[in-house]
């Protein structure tokens, strides 16, 4: 509709979701991709979106893209180092960032070309897809002041949430969202439906200040109901099946992968290397999780997997599992090199 408005000569629609469902949100689920708090849903969508604009580049034989990224955030980064890996013989045209512009002047432009803004989108900078919504800029740069209610779209107020709490119970197949409360469905319904639901709870709403690639730090406010809900399952789920090797080795491979997904190195080979010791531990990842959402918290109340490493026998208090008086031994060499020490220094 807007292309039209313009008159522009050509515009292109590509509805690239089950893709960026599958192969970008998936294997941030199963990373429980997150930078700094947030869940990089702005960043996970630039690489598919870079990627499309090349593939069309090259089916309608031009030599050159733009986009309007600024010279001060990170989706720069994202953008021109997806196109010069998929397209090196495109040139990429940046004005705002070439001509050192700002904002006002953005406004000012579209406003004399007649490029329809919403109010939302004359006040604030804002990124929207499946994953997640981000809101920057005008009054969110004080970091000392709250954000306004107006910013938010898919979130409740926690005090307009419905008073009683809901359990919703999320099934898990290899570290992938499957079923919310028994019902299949694909990723793209799941994601949307649980964005719905967790939304209306209030789930999902961050405030964060970011460090951005340049070194900058920003101030970021975040949508992400179902993110939220998702990577917090997902987790719980983890827990319940890997070991505790696995659990911590994970973590710091999961920190990685997070930062080259930020940071605008997707296509570094590193991160596939990333993923497929990502991918080997999520093959236990099955089974079922229930989450409390209650007026803007999220909360794991539940979790069970046929691969479960939880042994009740063992761990509880009622029954034996075990001969207790086997754990005697052990301890005596427990913090052995501890013991040693503190007697050489005569404590
Ligand atoms: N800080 C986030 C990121 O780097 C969000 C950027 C979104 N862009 C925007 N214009 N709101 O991924």
Redesign the pocket.
Known sequence: MKAKQLGVIKHVQVDARKEFVEEYIFRSIKANGI?EG?P????LA?YPIASKLVEIARKEKVDAVAHGCTGK???QF?FDTTIAIKGPELKTIAPIRELNLDRKWELKYAQKQGIPLSKVGKS????ENLWGR????GVLEDPARAPPEEIYVWTRPPEKAPPKPRIIEIEFKEGVPIAIDEKRMDGLQLITKLNKIAGEYGVGRIELI?D??LGLK?R?N?EAPAATVLIQAHRALEQLVLTKQELAFKQAVDQTWADLA?SGLWFDSLREDLDAFIDNTQKRVTGKVKVELNRGNSRVVARSSPYSLYDEELASFERYGFDQRDAIGVIKFHALQSKILHKRKGD
Do not use: H, P
């Open positions: 930078y947030y990089l849903s702005t960043a630039r955030g990170n989706d994202r604030y900078s804002i990124d981000s809101i920057e800029g970011e951005r690639i920003a970021e975040y930020y």
